[in-house]
């Protein structure tokens, strides 16, 4: 089956009807501070009794906006270091476990990414991601190879692309803030706009159990640049949360009264 099908599939397995209006949404987000203005803006609150098992450091923020059930989780805190649980485990561990405990008719994945001048991105810029792919799972025998990869494509979503404008990109992930030679080489063969920590792995999860998954990322720096990119992160993280925030505000107001097949 080409990707393509496997998206709409997932779509269709999804919803049991794509005529079936959204719910319920999960949007993932892996750092505090790019999930708490949204927190805010849809008026939600932690839940005192959380729906994870016990011991996570895992966070939903949940609430009611318009026609819709929004779930806001973020990985929560490192128990030991006290750091923002990003990367491609907590984000595998927190989507399946919403999935198992919500059950949501879609997901949005959510965050800061850098960005490829050569692609055309700068910062501030948000891409909805048409594809995503590992950058930095390396199997080189046949067929293992493809599925260190792990190529998917998005959930289509042409009639929102249109209407709030935004920019598209294929999105690579893999585990490190910076981009070794040989990451470099891995994401060029993702013809890849954007890099994240994430969105990947939420990928292969939404897709197994046949969520349909938007990915909404924000540029906090450019890769290829002459800046380092940690220090670049930093000091654009606070600016573009804020552009990352109103797009994904853009994007639940879009979703809400439609049903997947109607994005």
């Given at each position: 089956?080409?990707?393509h099908?496997?998206?709409?599939?997932?779509?269709?397995e999804?919803?049991?009807?794509?005529?079936?209006?959204?719910?319920?949404i999960?949007?993932?987000?892996?750092m505090q501070?790019?999930?708490?203005?949204?927190v805010?803006?849809?008026n939600?609150?932690?839940?005192?009794?959380?729906?994870?098992p016990?011991?996570?450091p895992?966070?939903r923020?949940y609430?009611?906006?318009?026609?819709?059930?929004?779930?806001?989780i973020?990985?929560?805190?490192?128990?030991?270091?006290?750091?923002?649980?990003?990367?491609?485990?907590?984000?595998?561990?927190?989507?399946?476990?919403s999935?198992?405990?919500?059950q949501?008719?879609?997901?949005i994945n959510a965050?800061t990414?850098?960005?490829?001048?050569?692609?055309?991105a700068?910062?501030?810029d948000v891409?909805?991601?048409?594809?995503?792919a590992?950058h930095d799972?390396r199997i080189?025998?046949p067929?293992f190879?493809?599925?260190?990869?792990?190529?998917?494509?998005?959930?289509?979503?042409p009639?929102?692309?249109?209407?709030?404008?935004?920019?598209?990109?294929k999105?690579?992930?893999g585990?490190?803030?910076?981009m070794?030679?040989?990451?470099?080489?891995?994401?060029?063969?993702n013809?890849?706009?954007?890099?994240?920590?994430?969105?990947a792995?939420v990928a292969?999860?939404?897709?197994?159990?046949?969520?349909p998954?938007?990915?909404?990322?924000?540029?906090?720096?450019?890769?290829?640049?002459?800046k380092?990119t940690?220090?670049?992160?930093l000091?654009?993280?606070?600016?573009?949360?804020a552009?990352?925030?109103?797009?994904?505000?853009?994007?639940?107001?879009f979703?809400?009264?439609?049903?997947v097949?109607?994005?």
């Amino acid at each position: 089956m080409a990707p393509h099908d496997e998206a709409v599939k997932v779509a269709e397995e999804t919803t049991g009807t794509v005529s079936k209006p959204i719910s319920t949404i999960v949007i993932i987000i892996a750092m505090q501070t790019e999930a708490l203005p949204l927190v805010t803006k849809f008026n939600l609150v932690e839940d005192p009794n959380s729906v994870f098992p016990k011991g996570v450091p895992w966070v939903r923020y949940y609430g009611t906006y318009k026609d819709l059930n929004i779930n806001i989780i973020w990985p929560g805190k490192d128990p030991a270091l006290g750091v923002d649980c990003v990367g491609t485990v907590s984000a595998s561990l927190v989507t399946y476990a919403s999935i198992q405990a919500l059950q949501p008719d879609l997901i949005i994945n959510a965050g800061t990414a850098g960005g490829f001048k050569e692609k055309g991105a700068g910062i501030g810029d948000v891409y909805v991601a048409s594809d995503v792919a590992f950058h930095d799972r390396r199997i080189p025998i046949p067929v293992f190879d493809l599925y260190g990869v792990c190529a998917k494509r998005a959930l289509s979503t042409p009639n929102l692309l249109k209407e709030l404008n935004l920019k598209v990109g294929k999105l690579s992930t893999g585990d490190s803030l910076d981009m070794s030679p040989i990451d470099e080489k891995s994401i060029t063969a993702n013809d890849a706009t954007v890099k994240d920590m994430e969105g990947a792995a939420v990928a292969y999860v939404a897709e197994l159990l046949s969520v349909p998954t938007i990915f909404v990322k924000a540029v906090t720096d450019i890769v290829d640049g002459d800046k380092p990119t940690a220090e670049e992160f930093l000091q654009n993280l606070i600016a573009v949360t804020a552009a990352l925030d109103q797009a994904v505000t853009r994007v639940v107001e879009f979703v809400n009264g439609k049903c997947v097949a109607e994005l």
